[in-house]
Nanobody, 128 residues
Framework: QVRLVESGGGLVQAGGSLRLSCLAS????????IAWFRQAPGKEREFVAV?????????????VEGRFTISRDNSDRDNAKTTVYLQMNHLEPTDTAAYYC????????????????WGQGTQVTVSS
């Protein structure tokens, strides 16, 4: 069974940091690219960052480049699990949104429609 579960969201002051985690389980997901998207109220879902299945390649949205870092731990791959992290530094109020992780069998896709599996999301709120 394929499943993605996010955690680590919360309330932080501007300039602070948070680390989000996405636990992906299911044998096929260990060979999928995994990304983070975010969606603020009244706005469309927005690409944030993606990491390749082996953790060797990444792509970032311009708005988070240099502040956010995506990484991946495949050490539990034999148990069909992988964890993807999003380290968020120098947070700004405009980063406030629900953050979702998603999995795709394409190579570093940046569009939401290119992702087949989604988690339920975790809320990040940055106060000014």
């Amino acid at each position: 069974q394929v499943r993605l579960v996010e955690s680590g969201g919360g309330l932080v002051q501007a300039g602070g940091s948070l680390r989000l985690s996405c636990l992906a389980s299911g044998r096929t997901l260990t060979s999928h690219a995994i990304a983070w998207f975010r969606q603020a109220p009244g706005k469309e879902r927005e690409f944030v960052a993606v990491v390749s299945w082996d953790g060797g390649s990444t792509t970032y949205a311009n708005s988070v480049e240099g502040r956010f870092t995506i990484s991946r731990d495949n050490s539990d791959r034999d148990n069909a699990k992988t964890t993807v992290y999003l380290q968020m530094n120098h947070l700004e109020p405009t980063d406030t949104a629900a953050y979702y992780c998603a999995a795709s069998d394409l190579t570093l896709p940046v569009k939401a429609f290119q992702y087949s599996y989604w988690g339920q999301g975790t809320q990040v709120t940055v106060s000014s």
